[in-house]
């Protein structure tokens, strides 16, 4: 019993395979978290720069700046007392601002009210800096709000903070806006991508990066997951484009469909390139793997790039099957490194599989642990492949089971073909039915050859339809003929096709003969010449003798025969004769025989009776009772008698009867 499914090459495994979590990283939620104790207002101005360290060098120009408004302080100007605060808690000098934050506020400065909050929260009075907030908040200022929403959130008081980020948000403050997006996202409240929106017009990366994901996520259509693996995309986009322009049958609508679906995705690939452009490396990430998809290699691999040098191990990794598939291994392998190293499972995976191609399986066996020990399951299957390559079947197994049970599906149908080769019927079966359930299409079809094997047709037919409707070529083709045998041929021609035109020449060779069956006999020409035009079942007949399937291929010769075409019929006899075709065989013999070569035809007549072709052997006969042959004659003639068929033995049957009394005589 041939069991398939069982091919799968060490390359084939996913990208980006990552935990489905949001996490921020470091540089990304730089924005995201800008709380207010990152927060300086002066005049109400917001500075949203990070505070600076404490000892870093004050510019000449600064130091001028700062005499100025120490004087202008000293002399009872409010304001400058405000602008000397800020300045030194932007510098760190926590003690050096405080006592002019207090005196602006005290003269009543919202800005240095805010900004007394920003130093108090700093130095950990987080109640203390909440009042001061509050006292801003109330005489306006949107920073303010801002920092008091996110105060009352992290004591949960969520309708506080909705009400003073909502303040913040509509005075058009953009940490205002997301924070209250975030806030509103959390509670599923439809009216969070509004102020994102709102957030990312302002220029908020972390705004713009998050609204381009909850674009794609409404259009599953185009949704990559996290990241996703491009070169699947391109397959799925493959597959999606021919729906949507109506090969299902309602083009109208899956036109309409794909034409709303292709917008949203430019707006999210707008909003992905805006944060991109700000240096979100995630977003960056994100824009490369939709170019890539579109076919814009060369500006996915600058987005890759990016974001690989800022650290994220994705992109690293991304780049290098960029780099694999343009032919450039050696920096592919450099960036895999990279990825690996950082923990991108993926990337050790593509390592692993690297090695293991230039036969240095250590490396690659160490390199897949180290996919497996990120938490990668692909790393045990292509571990498990590895060893079964090298013949080490209980490792193989072992490797399998591991995979199998954290969820691989294709881990666990190869764990039931090794089980099934094994002997192991019984165990085998879970296995299949899990990664069929799974989704697995080959386990599908494995089912299907399982089931059959025990002549349970009706369960091992409904596993064959589960694992055609997902693509799978041979399974359709078993799907067809299961039809062809109930007699309903137009099912059967349906999937007949789909097999065909998925490469099965045994499908296009069916397809053929069901289609010759119902041909009307040529029309004669007017002269008495047959007119031949090529018909469908001839250009699929033609199609699987290309792909080397022997009865195509003597089809094939004997319809260029009936066209008077003795070259092409020649050609393909051969062909097929030369594969172990007996009829092959037979056919090129009398062709042979027909233009004069009858040792030749005699040689190729003998290879067919010696494979079992009765007609072959009666002609045999024939030839050698011309030539005087007669004993020869009659040992072909016995031989023609066993092998049939009815008439063939009738003939052959007084042929060696008629010789039997010639010997006699």
């Known amino acids: 019993m041939d069991v398939m499914g069982d091919k799968a090459t060490l390359f084939e495994t996913g990208r980006f395979v990552q935990p489905s979590g949001e996490e921020a990283t470091p540089d990304e939620s730089r924005d995201e978290t800008a709380d207010a104790v990152e927060t300086v207002e002066t005049d109400e101005t917001v500075e949203t720069e990070e505070t600076a360290e404490t000892g870093v060098t004050v510019e000449t120009g600064e130091a001028v700046e700062e005499m100025r408004l120490r004087l202008a302080a000293a002399a009872g100007?409010?304001?400058?007392?405000?602008?000397?605060?800020?300045?030194?808690?932007?510098?760190?000098?926590?003690?050096g601002a405080e006592p002019h934050l207090r005196a602006a506020t005290a003269a009543g400065d919202r800005a240095a009210a805010n900004n007394l909050g920003v130093l108090l929260h700093q130095r950990g009075y987080a109640d203390e800096a909440a009042g001061w907030w509050r006292v801003a908040a109330v005489a306006g200022s949107a920073a303010a709000a801002h920092a008091l929403g996110r105060h009352c959130r992290e004591c949960g008081d969520e309708p506080a903070a909705e009400y003073w980020l909502r303040q913040s948000a509509e005075q058009?403050?953009?940490?205002?806006?997301?924070?209250?997006?975030?806030?509103?996202?959390?509670?599923?409240?439809?009216?969070?991508?509004?102020?994102?929106?709102?957030a990312a017009e302002r220029g908020h990366r972390e705004a713009?990066?998050?609204?381009?994901?909850?674009?794609?996520?409404?259009n599953p259509q185009y949704?990559?997951?996290?990241?996703?693996?491009?070169?699947?995309?391109?397959?799925?986009?493959?597959?999606?484009?021919?729906?949507?322009?109506?090969?299902?049958?309602?083009?109208?609508?899956?036109?309409?469909?794909?034409a709303a679906g292709a917008v949203v995705q430019a707006e999210a690939e707008q909003w992905y390139r805006q944060a991109a452009a700000r240096g979100h490396r995630r977003a960056a990430l994100h824009l490369g793997a939709i170019l890539e998809r579109k076919g814009e290699l060369k500006e996915a691999g600058r987005w890759y790039l990016t974001a690989a040098k800022e650290g994220e191990a994705r992109a690293a990794c991304a780049l290098g099957f960029l780099l694999r598939?343009?032919?450039?291994?050696?920096?592919?392998?450099?960036?895999?490194?990279?990825?690996?190293?950082?923990?991108?499972g993926n990337a050790a995976n593509a390592l692993g599989a690297l090695h293991a191609e230039r036969g240095q399986t250590q490396t690659a066996e160490r390199w897949y642990r180290a996919a497996m020990d990120a938490g990668d399951d692909n790393g045990a299957y292509n571990l498990a492949l590895l060893c079964a390559e090298q013949g080490r079947t209980a490792q193989a197994e072992q490797w399998y089971r591991r995979a199998a049970y954290a969820g691989h599906r294709e881990a666990a149908n190869a764990l039931a073909v090794l089980l099934l080769r094994g002997g192991d019927t019984a165990g085998s079966e879970p296995w299949f039915s899990k990664a069929a359930e799974a989704g697995s299409v080959d386990a599908a079809f494995n089912l299907g050859i399982l089931f059959a094997g025990r002549g349970e047709d009706t369960v091992a037919l409904r596993w064959y339809e589960r694992a055609a409707a997902a693509g799978h070529t041979e399974a359709a083709l078993q799907v067809g003929i299961a039809r062809l045998r109930e007699g309903d041929e137009q099912e059967a021609e349906r999937h007949l096709r789909c097999a065909a035109g998925g490469g099965s020449a045994e499908a296009a060779y069916r397809l053929a003969a069901v289609l010759d069956a119902r041909r009307p006999p040529q029309p004669a020409h007017e002269l008495g010449e047959i007119a031949h035009e090529k018909t469908e079942c001839e250009e699929w007949y033609e199609r699987a003798a290309q792909q080397g399937h022997r009865r195509a291929q003597v089809r094939v010769g004997m319809l260029a025969a009936a066209r008077g075409?003795?070259?092409?019929?020649?050609?393909?006899?051969?062909?097929?004769?030369?594969?172990?075709?007996?009829?092959?065989?037979?056919?090129?013999?009398?062709?042979?025989?027909?233009?004069?070569?009858?040792?030749e035809a005699v040689v190729w007549w003998t290879r067919a009776a010696d494979d079992g072709h009765g007609r072959a052997a009666l002609r045999l006969a024939l030839v050698y009772a011309r030539r005087g042959e007669l004993a020869e004659g009659q040992r072909w003639a016995d031989r023609a008698v066993s092998l049939g068929p009815g008439e063939v033995a009738r003939r052959a049957a007084r042929l060696r009867d008629a010789l039997r009394q010639e010997l006699s005589a």
């Open 172 to 198: 058009g403050h953009a940490l205002g806006a997301y924070a209250l997006a975030d806030l509103l996202e959390h509670r599923a409240d439809s009216g969070a991508e509004r102020w994102m929106r709102a």
């Open 565 to 599: 075409d003795v070259c092409e019929a020649a050609r393909w006899y051969r062909e097929a004769a030369e594969a172990g075709s007996r009829n092959g065989a037979f056919n090129l013999g009398l062709l042979l025989a027909r233009e004069g070569s009858e040792p």
């Open 208 to 218: 713009a990066y998050r609204l381009a994901r909850a674009l794609d996520r409404r």
């Open 223 to 258: 949704f990559d997951g996290d990241a996703g693996d491009a070169r699947d995309a391109r397959d799925a986009r493959d597959a999606r484009d021919a729906r949507d322009a109506g090969e299902d049958g309602d083009a109208g609508k899956g036109g309409a469909a794909g």
């Open 77 to 95: 100007d409010a304001e400058a007392t405000s602008v000397l605060g800020a300045m030194l808690l932007r510098r760190g000098d926590l003690d």
């Open 325 to 344: 598939d343009a032919g450039d291994t050696e920096n592919a392998a450099i960036w895999w490194l990279r990825a690996a190293q950082d923990g991108d």
